[in-house]
């Protein structure tokens, strides 16, 4: 018996101790395939997924490098029927291929005929297929490329796409790198993007994404659409893109609720491409608007419905998609597989953060307790009012106020999801609120008064989860968020990361209402981050006001 800090169990289940000292080094050797499900203090656990796997395999990894990880850090001996498993899980992928024929186009290639058997009796590919060429070799309607790839993923046969891309209409786009360089891992990212053709980096808050996506456009030398999550996010693409490249600001476009310019690189917001006008989504036709020779999702976590339906037609184009996490709450992570592509490069936030290019974070969880009237409502309201009851107590008000005073002066953001308590905390506090209904100018103005530290205090609702960079936030107090939400709780972090002009270490405080909901929800928001290596330190609020 080892001394490992890991111990796998035959139901798929990996248990690490957190205060092993082998914990940091097993968590970087199970983080491309294993899936964080729970992290309280002491033992974490992951799980082995299909999926998981696949991204694995898709990414360079083998079988072979997965079983040695479990092999070299589990405590007891490996269930031997869970390292069968895995090999033939992982050897699933690529026994399907799509490849371009020299006169039959499009095609299925099979490595496993009666895989390929299989599939061409599953109701799930009926009129996809056209004509078997030979025993191994089936046509595939030009269609449906990327809707073939998602019914054989649901098959448990994900294909590797191997058959290429249209190099759309050319554009000159060339990277300055006039007083910076590319890091490292922008570089390694990039390239590795572009040797799989499609897929999905995967990088911190703060860690450079758009730079990603320039590099990516400099080597595609071509026409680009990029979809982003609203204005202001698109008009920081603009800015960072003129700064960063060649493209002047005429060559740019934007394709939002305001503006409808199409142009060599036209950045378009989901929200504009998924309006519908009499039942239909009018705005998609932006897709064919242009013989795009890339596609960029950024946030493509966030990626809206008709995003994926549309995206289906479009497999021969090249597709970027760039995100701080993978989790989807609506459990679309195989979409993202067969449509956008799969994970290509994957850089763990604290590794980003030792090499000093993200700031280190310190999280803390604040735990209030409701009074009895409030613990009374609490428990006769109906299941659905629940966490509003606990997430908007006054006594997360009281919180924030002292959180603020605390940290007077710092840049600081208080952030939450019910607009009454944002509101309430904004007068309290005197400080502007960024909602909704704010407008893209308003939103601008306070954003750019924030970076140049005119403003050191921000109220903001979920408006400002996404994409939005204010280099110097320093403090971030959240009262309220949207359930159980991992790809939030990632994302309000990093809207600190950006590495300060001192050095500091940024703080985040979750205030949590114990014993409700809230509390449950607050663990399960914690989950990414703790896969990250984040770990939330507990305080009273008693002993915080005190």
Same mark, same amino acid.
């Given at each position: 018996?080892?001394?490992?800090?890991?111990?796998?169990?035959?139901?798929?289940?990996?248990?690490?101790?957190?205060?092993?000292?082998?914990?940091?080094?097993?968590?970087?050797?199970?983080?491309?395939?294993?899936?964080?499900?729970?992290?309280?203090?002491?033992?974490?656990?992951?799980?082995?997924?299909?999926?998981?796997?696949?991204?694995?395999?898709?990414?360079?990894?083998?079988?072979?490098?997965?079983?040695?990880?479990?092999?070299?850090?589990?405590?007891?001996?490996?269930?031997?029927?869970?390292?069968?498993?895995?090999?033939?899980?992982?050897?699933?992928?690529?026994?399907?291929?799509?490849?371009?024929?020299?006169?039959?186009?499009?095609?299925?290639?099979?490595?496993?005929?009666?895989?390929?058997?299989?599939?061409?009796?599953?109701?799930?590919?009926?009129?996809?297929?056209?004509?078997?060429?030979?025993?191994?070799?089936?046509?595939?309607?030009?269609?449906?490329?990327?809707?073939?790839?998602?019914?054989?993923?649901?098959?448990?046969?994900?294909?590797?796409?191997?058959?290429?891309?249209?190099?759309?209409?050319?554009?000159?786009?060339?990277?300055?790198?006039?007083?910076?360089?590319?890091?490292?891992?922008?570089?390694?990212?990039?390239?590795?993007?572009?040797?799989?053709?499609?897929?999905?980096?995967?990088?911190?808050?703060?860690?450079?994404?758009?730079?990603?996506?320039?590099?990516?456009?400099?080597?595609?030398?071509?026409?680009?659409?990029?979809?982003?999550?609203?204005?202001?996010?698109? *008009?920081?693409?603009? &800015? =960072?893109?003129? %700064?960063?490249?060649?493209? $002047?600001?005429?060559?740019?476009?934007? !394709?939002?609720? /305001?503006?409808?310019?199409?142009?060599?690189?036209?950045?378009?917001?989901?929200?504009?491409?998924?309006?519908?006008?009499?039942?239909?989504?009018?705005?998609?036709?932006?897709?064919?608007?242009?013989?795009?020779?890339?596609?960029?999702?950024?946030?493509?976590?966030?990626?809206?419905?008709?995003?994926?339906?549309?995206?289906?037609?479009?497999?021969?184009?090249?597709?970027?998609?760039?995100?701080?996490?993978?989790?989807?709450?609506?459990?679309?992570?195989?979409?993202?597989?067969?449509?956008?592509?799969?994970?290509?490069?994957?850089?763990?936030?604290?590794?980003?953060?030792?090499?000093?290019?993200?700031?280190?974070?310190?999280?803390?969880?604040? *735990?209030?307790?409701? &009074? =009895?009237?409030? %613990?009374?409502?609490?428990? $006769?309201?109906?299941?659905?009012?629940? !966490?509003?009851? /606990?997430?908007?107590?006054?006594?997360?008000?009281?919180?924030?106020?002292?959180?603020?005073?605390?940290?007077?002066?710092?840049?600081?953001?208080?952030?939450?999801?019910?607009?009454?308590?944002?509101?309430?905390?904004?007068?309290?506090?005197?400080?502007?609120?960024?909602?909704?209904?704010?407008?893209?100018?308003?939103?601008?103005?306070?954003?750019?008064?924030?970076?140049?530290?005119?403003?050191?205090?921000?109220?903001?609702?979920?408006?400002?989860?996404?994409?939005?960079?204010?280099?110097?936030?320093?403090?971030?107090?959240?009262?309220?968020?949207?359930?159980?939400?991992?790809?939030?709780?990632?994302?309000?972090?990093?809207?600190?990361?950006?590495?300060?002009?001192?050095?500091?270490?940024? %703080?985040?405080?979750?205030?949590?209402?114990?014993?409700?909901?809230?509390?449950?929800? /607050?663990?399960?928001?914690?989950?990414?981050?703790?896969?990250?290596?984040?770990?939330?330190?507990?305080?009273?609020?008693?002993?915080?006001?005190?």
């Amino acid at each position: 018996m080892s001394t490992g800090p890991l111990i796998v169990q035959s139901d798929k289940t990996l248990l690490l101790e957190v205060d092993h000292p082998q914990a940091q080094d097993c968590r970087k050797a199970i983080a491309p395939f294993a899936e964080l499900e729970r992290s309280p203090e002491h033992i974490h656990t992951y799980r082995l997924t299909n999926l998981g796997l696949w991204n694995a395999r898709a990414a360079g990894h083998d079988a072979e490098q997965v079983i040695d990880a479990l092999l070299t850090y589990s405590r007891y001996a490996v269930p031997h029927a869970l390292l069968v498993d895995v090999a033939e899980t992982m050897a699933r992928f690529g026994r399907l291929r799509l490849e371009k024929h020299p006169t039959h186009g499009l095609v299925l290639v099979s490595a496993d005929r009666p895989v390929l058997e299989e599939v061409l009796r599953a109701k799930r590919v009926a009129g996809m297929l056209g004509n078997r060429i030979d025993a191994d070799t089936v046509v595939v309607h030009g269609s449906e490329r990327g809707n073939l790839k998602q019914a054989l993923l649901k098959l448990g046969w994900p294909a590797e796409d191997l058959a290429g891309y249209v190099d759309g209409e050319a554009h000159p786009i060339a990277l300055r790198e006039d007083g910076w360089l590319l890091r490292d891992y922008q570089r390694e990212a990039a390239e590795g993007f572009w040797h799989g053709g499609s897929g999905v980096v995967v990088l911190p808050c703060g860690a450079g994404k758009t730079i990603v996506g320039a590099a990516a456009m400099a080597t595609a030398q071509a026409t680009t659409l990029i979809l982003v999550t609203n204005t202001v996010s698109a *008009r920081q693409w603009k &800015d =960072e893109l003129v %700064r960063r490249t060649s493209l $002047t600001e005429d060559e740019i476009g934007e !394709y939002s609720g /305001a503006v409808k310019q199409i142009r060599p690189v036209t950045i378009a917001t989901y929200q504009v491409m998924t309006t519908r006008r009499k039942g239909t989504y009018s705005h998609l036709e932006l897709f064919d608007a242009r013989d795009w020779g890339l596609i960029i999702y950024d946030e493509v976590h966030l990626l809206p419905a008709p995003i994926f339906r549309m995206t289906a037609d479009l497999q021969a184009r090249r597709r970027l998609g760039l995100t701080a996490t993978l989790v989807r709450e609506d459990g679309r992570e195989g979409d993202v597989f067969s449509l956008i592509g799969p994970k290509r490069y994957d850089a763990p936030w604290k590794d980003i953060e030792a090499q000093g290019w993200i700031a280190p974070a310190d999280c803390i969880e604040v *735990r209030v307790t409701l &009074d =009895e009237g409030e %613990r009374i409502a609490y428990a $006769t309201a109906e299941p659905e009012e629940r !966490y509003r009851l /606990a997430s908007c107590t006054p006594a997360k008000t009281a919180v924030a106020e002292a959180l603020v005073e605390r940290h007077r002066g710092e840049p600081t953001l208080v952030i939450g999801q019910y607009l009454d308590q944002l509101d309430e905390i904004g007068a309290d506090l005197d400080a502007p609120v960024i909602k909704g209904d704010t407008t893209v100018r308003e939103r601008q103005r306070l954003f750019d008064a924030f970076r140049a530290g005119e403003i050191s205090l921000l109220v903001v609702s979920k408006v400002a989860n996404f994409s939005i960079d204010l280099p110097e936030a320093a403090v971030a107090i959240q009262v309220s968020g949207s359930f159980g939400s991992r790809q939030e709780e990632a994302q309000r972090l990093g809207r600190l990361l950006r590495p300060k002009a001192d050095g500091r270490a940024a %703080r985040f405080y979750a205030v949590v209402a114990r014993d409700t909901v809230d509390a449950e929800f /607050a663990q399960h928001r914690q989950r990414f981050l703790a896969e990250q290596g984040y770990a939330y330190t507990i305080t009273d609020a008693d002993e915080l006001l005190a």
